[in-house]
């Protein structure tokens, strides 16, 4: 069975930073393209940031580019996101999901979500 | 960036009806790369559609995706109070940022 589990969320200060994790099982993590996606209180899901299999390359929403490190440890099956310079507009639950691409390319599995919430 | 546009922005319907819900993009997306998405209050996005019409496994037939280019559609028939959610499009393909459009809310009053 895939799983997802996010962790190391929690209450930040502005201008603080933070580390998630997102643990992996039930599939060839190391095969995979991660990805961080976010939604904020009362909010709609914002894509944030993904990591190719072989850390060949990433890519990150402009919203937190220069800010945020997406990362990856494929023996310990983990992805991270690791943020600096936070922000009160970062305040979201922060979502890891596995992109699975054949002839179609989509989320197909995603964890239950770590809250991240930024305040003085 | 593609900005994707969802229509309406809250459907109220009665069990047993059909809701119709719109994505619309603001550039031509790829057919393989739209996904719509349910998600309940407290819980994670589920995948219902990929490559705009193939339902995901699990998903009752219910469920339908069409659409290309610019505009994709969520089809879900014979309504039940389960259905009650936010759904999203989201496209993931070459055109980077990925981007969601911003939820439909499906009430079944």
């Known amino acids: 069975e895939v799983q997802l589990v996010e962790s190391g969320g929690g209450l930040v200060k502005p201008g603080g930073s933070l580390r998630l994790s997102c643990a992996a099982s039930?599939?060839?993590?190391?095969?995979?393209?991660m990805n961080w996606v976010r939604q904020a209180p009362g909010k709609g899901l914002e894509w944030i940031s993904h990591i190719s299999s072989s850390s060949s390359y990433m890519h990150y929403a402009d919203s937190v580019k220069g800010r945020f490190t997406i990362s990856r440890d494929n023996a310990k099956n983990v992805v991270y996101l690791q943020m600096n310079s936070l922000r009160v507009e970062d305040t979201a639950v922060y979502y890891c999901?596995?992109?699975?691409?054949?002839?179609?390319?989509?989320?197909?599995?995603w964890g239950q979500g770590t809250l991240v919430t930024v305040s003085s | 960036e593609t900005v994707l546009t969802q229509s309406p922005g809250t459907l109220s319907l009665s069990p047993g009806e059909r809701a119709t819900l719109s994505c619309r993009a603001s550039?031509?997306?790829?057919?393989?790369?739209l996904a719509w998405f349910q998600q309940k209050p407290g819980q994670a996005p589920r995948l219902l559609i990929y490559g705009a019409s193939t339902r995901a496994t699990g998903i009752p037939d219910r469920f339908s995706g069409s659409g290309s280019g610019t505009d994709f559609t969520l089809t879900i028939s014979r309504l039940e109070p389960a259905d009650s959610a936010v759904y999203y499009c989201?496209?993931?393909?070459?055109?980077?940022?990925?981007?969601f459009g911003q939820g439909t809310k499906l009430e079944i009053k």
């Open positions: 999901a596995r992109r699975l691409c054949n002839d179609d390319c989509y989320l197909d599995y």
């Open positions: 039930g599939f060839t993590f190391g095969s995979y393209t």
């Open positions: 989201h496209q993931y393909g070459s055109s980077l940022p990925s981007t």
């Open positions: 550039q031509s997306v790829s057919s393989s790369y």
